[in-house]
């Protein structure tokens, strides 16, 4: 047996046997009738009701990028009402000049794989995942759209994107339209999960997934975003602070400006420049 194999057969030989008493995970030594639990069950004992629900998913969070441009329009405009939703260029300008800071939640499946999925699957044409199995498709569940500002806060103008990007590309924008590399504020301009995959924890697990990149990434000083009333307190529970109304007029308006923020001095502090 190679050695590697060796050590880790004795380092699991040598953990204590586990008890499937939910309230005492680890069996002691002392405990000859308490079986064995496999290792890989072990994770399940602590998952909430949220997680156990998106489970049949096997959901999973990668970077975004422009080949993934169709899969985003098409899902920005089935999540978002259509006052709210980003233009198709709107979304290409994200994702050509800032994929780096947008995730995307996938899920995998086959046309006839069961329910929502298959049918989702059934419904519209997802890239093919494996060059050897071409049924196999990646789905695209949610996503989260940024770019970076200098205004310590979301502004139209951050909202906003250079028409003529294609022809004229600046990292740097100096109209300060649209993302601006040097800026020390991600602006998180969408975030959406379809609506039949809703409710089952995806969103939540995607938020923060993303801003713990973020924030160890220390490509910003914070993180900002606007949202409408009703979802104050779901951006709260995933450590943002509600600083007050926008003066966003996006959409028309009615926006809360919502802060993480990662440095000491605070956004109030941090003057544009
Ligand atoms: C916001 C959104 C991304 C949440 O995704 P999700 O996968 O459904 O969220 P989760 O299952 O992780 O739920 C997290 C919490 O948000 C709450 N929530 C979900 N949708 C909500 C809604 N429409 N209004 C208020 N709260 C909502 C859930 O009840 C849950 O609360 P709980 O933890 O107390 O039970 C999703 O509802 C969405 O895509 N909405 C449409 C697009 C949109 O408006 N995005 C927000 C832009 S500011």
Redesign the pocket.
């Known amino acids: 047996m190679p050695r590697d194999v060796e050590s880790e057969k004795a380092t699991i030989e040598g953990l204590p046997p586990l008890s499937k008493d939910g309230d005492s995970h680890v069996a002691t030594s002392s405990s000859p009738e308490a079986e064995p639990m496999p290792l890989y069950r072990i994770p399940t004992t602590f998952l909430d009701e949220?997680f156990r629900k998106m489970a049949p998913l096997h959901p999973y969070v990668l970077l975004l990028n422009q080949d993934d441009l169709d899969d985003c329009d098409w899902l920005e405009h089935v999540?978002?009402d259509p006052n709210?939703a980003a233009s198709r260029e709107k979304v290409e300008y994200r994702l050509h000049t800032s994929g780096e800071l947008c995730s995307g939640i996938f899920s995998s499946a086959y046309p006839t794989s069961p329910e929502k999925l298959g049918e989702l699957v059934r419904s519209r044409d997802f890239s093919q995942i494996d060059a050897t199995d071409s049924n196999r498709r990646r789905v695209l569940l949610?996503h989260i759209i940024a770019t970076k500002h200098f205004a310590p806060l979301v502004t139209d103008s951050s909202m906003d994107y250079p028409k003529d990007w294609r022809t004229n590309y600046e990292l740097a924008p100096s109209s300060g339209t649209g993302h601006h590399e040097d800026g020390q504020t991600v602006c998180l301009h969408?975030?959406?999960?379809h609506p039949d995959?809703?409710?089952?924890?995806?969103?939540?697990?995607l938020l923060n997934s993303w801003t713990q990149r973020i924030k160890e990434s220390r490509t910003a000083k914070r993180i900002a975003?606007?949202?409408?009333e009703?979802?104050i307190s779901?951006y709260e529970?995933a450590g943002f602070r509600e600083v007050g109304e926008s003066k966003c007029q996006y959409g028309g308006g009615g926006w809360y400006d919502m802060v993480m923020e990662f440095s000491e001095t605070g956004f109030e502090n941090d003057v544009e420049e």
């Open positions: 949220r999540a978002f709210e949610g969408s975030l959406c999960v995959f809703q409710d089952l924890g995806l969103g939540r697990v975003l606007i949202c409408r009703r979802y779901f529970r």
